[in-house]
């Protein structure tokens, strides 16, 4: 019995969809869940990983906002700049959402372009 012009399509729609997926960056000696997990630098599990997203920021370069996302977990907070520009910003050491934040709190800061693809990852104390 042939399998009908349907049942085809569907399975190359699948094919297509699960063969062009690209899997996200690895970034070395980084626990991305401790990361997402430390809303605001609040528990201090950020500036553990402080130095491996140093040694690593250039594997951000080029991702976009849901990639970041999936990484990183959502911002805490972001910023809508001119030219359809936006950041993401992740305090690192306790920022303006913790109870024991410090006065100049080191944040990472996530430039994204027009199009949505990250093209400038530094740090910065506020």
């Not at 997926?21 to 605001?40: G, T, V």
């Not at 402080?50 to 594997?59: F, G, I, R, T, Y």
């Not at 977990?73 to 690192?92: C, T, V």
């Not at 913790?98 to 430039?111: F, G, M, V």
């Amino acid at each position: 019995m042939p399998i009908p012009p349907v049942r085809i399509f569907q399975y190359i729609i699948l094919v297509f969809c699960f063969g062009c997926s690209q899997s996200l960056p690895k970034i070395d000696n980084f626990n991305a869940s401790n990361w997402r997990e430390d809303k605001f630098g609040c528990r201090g599990n950020r500036q553990d990983q402080l130095a491996a997203l140093q040694e690593n920021k250039d594997v951000l370069l080029g991702l976009n906002q849901n990639e970041m996302s999936e990484i990183l977990g959502s911002p805490d907070e972001h910023e809508l700049y001119e030219r359809n520009q936006k950041f993401f910003y992740y305090y690192i050491t306790p920022g303006s959402g913790c109870d024991q934040a410090k006065p100049n709190p080191i944040r990472l800061q996530i430039r994204f372009s027009a199009m949505g693809i990250a093209n400038e990852v530094f740090f910065e104390n506020l």
